[in-house]
């Protein structure tokens, strides 16, 4: 999945473990993860991805200080306005 820029595996039973196989897939912008049981032993994966875009963590069990070092860690995600947004700009 190198060409992999959007994944949506919300209200899944995805694992900390499982996202794991995220770490070959550095061209993914966006990454909606809510409402699974992902915990704060998924940062390490989740923090390699450099290309990251938007993310949504809401519904997990990522503490919040797990999510404060995600914000800290892609300034660009606080100021994520719009899903529309992210779609335009993965167009160019």
Do not use: F
């Not at 959007?6 to 770490?23: F, P, Q």
């Not at 809401?58 to 995600?70: F, N, S, V």
């Amino acid at each position: 999945m190198p060409h992999l820029l959007w994944l949506h595996i919300a209200g899944t039973k995805v694992t900390d473990k499982a996202i794991s196989t995220l770490a070959k897939c550095n061209s993914i912008r966006a990454l909606d993860v809510c409402d699974t049981a992902l915990t704060d032993k998924c940062l390490p994966t989740l923090l390699q991805r450099k290309a990251l875009c938007y993310l949504s963590v809401e519904e997990t069990r990522i503490t919040e200080a797990g999510q404060r070092r995600l914000m800290e860690s892609w300034p660009l995600l606080r100021n994520q306005d719009s899903i529309e947004k992210l779609r335009q700009s993965m167009r160019t």
